[in-house]
């Protein structure tokens, strides 16, 4: 069995650093791959630096207007050759044997897996780790998985069959939650039956302290839309409580009226969500922290966790 995997790699404005994500690709121990680069936007410019390549495996495909991150992606699966989908975002990048040992996986998981994905190793952040810290255990909610326990998976860790992209495509509407809408979408619907590769295979390149990927919408409205509307459909009480916390706060942080936006969506949260001792504890960190120091509080839980435990005898 040797599948054609498709790697998409969408791009907008990035022409100097898509080519690290372009080589990443190529350079695969896995030789039976295609790259297709789907370019955001008319780029003349990018399309003629990235012809330069010269290499067969390699195909670009330009769009005459933009049409954002979600789209952008379900245009490279359409004009995709490969029985498996592999996506990686421009400024990221791949270790050589990511795909092979994915597909590696295969020989010893359910025979109806469509959905692999790996760790990734965080750097540019100002600390580098590795995400996410544990996948989802079975029988867990997704939606609490990801919200309330911090278990963020990486595009650009998946590796997801043809057909089942095609049957869940990516969301517009999802505002810059396209990744976690998507795999909420295809949990709810059962459509997915996931592997996992314990292994770090991606650095993923995520900018530094507040800043955000610009793949990534800063108009927090749209995520406030997104989330309210699907409190009681694909997050659970207790997680739309902790999206607002988590994710809309940061949000409000580069709008205007902080204060007050903060204040409202927080009154949301415990009004229309499901709180506990830990989301007030973690109210705290997210009002008066940012991104650098938080990530280092949870560093040293995470490591004063894990040698109490180690002491204890107790596996992770």
Same mark, same amino acid.
């Given at each position: 069995?040797?599948?054609?995997?498709?790697?998409?790699?969408?791009?907008?404005?990035?022409?100097?650093?898509?080519q690290r994500a372009i080589r990443s690709a190529?350079?695969?121990?896995?030789?039976?791959?295609?790259?297709?680069?789907?370019?955001?936007?008319?780029?003349?410019?990018?399309?003629?630096?990235?012809?330069?390549?010269?290499?067969?495996?390699?195909?670009?495909?330009?769009?005459?207007?933009?049409?954002?991150?979600?789209?952008?992606?379900?245009?490279?699966?359409?004009?995709?050759?490969?029985?498996?989908?592999?996506?990686?975002?421009?400024d990221d990048e791949w270790l050589p044997a990511?795909?092979?040992?994915?597909?590696?996986?295969?020989?010893?998981?359910?025979?109806?897996?469509?959905?692999?994905?790996?760790?990734?190793?965080?750097?540019?952040?100002?600390?580098?780790?590795?995400?996410?810290?544990?996948?989802?255990?079975?029988?867990?909610?997704? $939606?609490?998985? @990801?919200?309330? *326990?911090? /278990? =963020?998976?990486?595009?650009?860790?998946? +590796?997801?069959? !043809?057909?089942?992209?095609?049957?869940?495509?990516?969301?517009?509407?999802?505002?810059?939650?396209?990744?976690?809408?998507?795999?909420?979408?295809?949990?709810?619907?059962?459509?997915?039956?996931?592997?996992?590769?314990?292994?770090?295979?991606?650095?993923?390149?995520?900018?530094?302290?507040?800043?955000?990927?610009?793949?990534?919408?800063?108009?927090?409205?749209?995520?406030?839309?997104?989330?309210?509307?699907?409190?009681?459909?694909?997050?659970t009480p207790k997680a739309f409580s902790y999206?607002?916390?988590?994710?809309? $706060?940061?949000? @409000?942080?580069? *709008?205007? /009226? =902080?204060?007050?936006?903060?204040?409202? +969506?927080?009154? !949301?949260?415990?009004?229309?969500?499901?709180?506990?001792?830990?989301?007030?504890?973690?109210?705290?960190?997210?009002?008066?922290?940012?991104?650098?120091?938080?990530?280092?509080?949870?560093?040293?839980?995470?490591?004063?966790?894990?040698?109490?435990?180690?002491?204890?005898?107790?596996?992770?």
């Amino acid at each position: 069995m040797n599948p054609i995997v498709s790697a998409v790699i969408p791009t907008h404005k990035r022409p100097i650093l898509v080519q690290r994500a372009i080589r990443s690709a190529l350079n695969q121990s896995y030789l039976n791959l295609e790259v297709i680069v789907v370019v955001d936007g008319p780029e003349p410019d990018t399309v003629k630096i990235l012809e330069a390549f010269e290499e067969p495996r390699l195909r670009i495909v330009e769009l005459r207007q933009n049409v954002g991150p979600a789209e952008v992606r379900n245009i490279g699966v359409r004009e995709a050759n490969g029985e498996w989908i592999a996506f990686l975002d421009d400024d990221d990048e791949w270790l050589p044997a990511k795909i092979e040992k994915q597909l590696n996986l295969l020989a010893y998981a359910d025979p109806r897996t469509n959905f692999i994905a790996c760790r990734s190793q965080e750097v540019d952040s100002g600390i580098d780790k590795i995400i996410p810290r544990r996948f989802p255990r079975p029988g867990e909610d997704w $939606s609490e998985y @990801i919200f309330c *326990s911090g /278990g =963020f998976l990486p595009v650009p860790g998946y +590796l997801i069959k !043809r057909e089942l992209m095609l049957s869940v495509p990516f969301l517009n509407a999802a505002a810059s939650f396209e990744d976690v809408d998507w795999l909420l979408r295809a949990r709810a619907a059962n459509s997915l039956v996931p592997a996992w590769v314990d292994e770090a295979l991606v650095i993923y390149h995520n900018g530094s302290g507040d800043t955000i990927r610009v793949s990534h919408d800063p108009e927090w409205d749209r995520f406030y839309k997104w989330a309210r509307s699907n409190r009681g459909i694909l997050l659970t009480p207790k997680a739309f409580s902790y999206c607002l916390l988590t994710q809309g $706060s940061q949000r @409000i942080k580069r *709008s205007k /009226g =902080f204060t007050q936006n903060f204040a409202s +969506l927080m009154y !949301r949260a415990i009004s229309e969500g499901e709180i506990d001792f830990r989301f007030c504890l973690s109210l705290f960190f997210f009002a008066f922290l940012d991104v650098r120091s938080r990530s280092i509080l949870r560093l040293i839980y995470e490591r004063t966790r894990r040698e109490v435990r180690a002491m204890a005898g107790i596996k992770r």
